[in-house]
């Protein structure tokens, strides 16, 4: 009897590590995008969480070296599309960030960058 105990309780333990684990992750797949037309910088940005109950928050910026040119604040449940404009000056290089919270957890900042021409 003793030799079936431990090794039926570390399989039994294996399992349920790892299905706890699996349960606990959430992640939102984000697809930030800049373009120009002129002086005007489009910025779009789309969020699906991977469950559509999910709540989304999102804090975009625009920014143009360290200085913040615009800023966006979005909410929604299951998917999030934004798009939005700024005026710039040609020539510059800008980012645009996406700060995500899933469910009230905050996700790894997202980026992206480009020039106007």
Avoid: H
């Avoid at 469950?51 to 070296?65: C, M, N, Y």
Wanted: include cysteine; proline fraction near 4%.
């Amino acid at each position: 009897m003793k030799k079936r105990f431990f090794p039926i309780l570390f399989v039994f333990l294996m399992v349920f590590s790892s299905t706890a684990y699996a349960a606990s992750t959430r992640a939102a797949a984000v697809v930030p995008r800049i373009s120009f037309n002129g002086t005007t910088a489009s910025c779009t940005v789309f969020i699906a969480a991977d469950r559509p109950t999910d709540d989304i928050e999102a804090v975009i910026k625009l920014w143009q070296g360290s200085k913040c040119i615009e800023t966006w604040e979005e909410s929604s449940v299951g998917d999030l599309a934004f798009s939005g404009t700024a005026t710039v000056s040609r020539g510059k290089t800008y980012q645009l960030t996406v700060d995500v919270t899933l469910e009230g957890k905050a996700q790894p900042r997202f980026s992206v960058e480009g020039t106007c021409p």
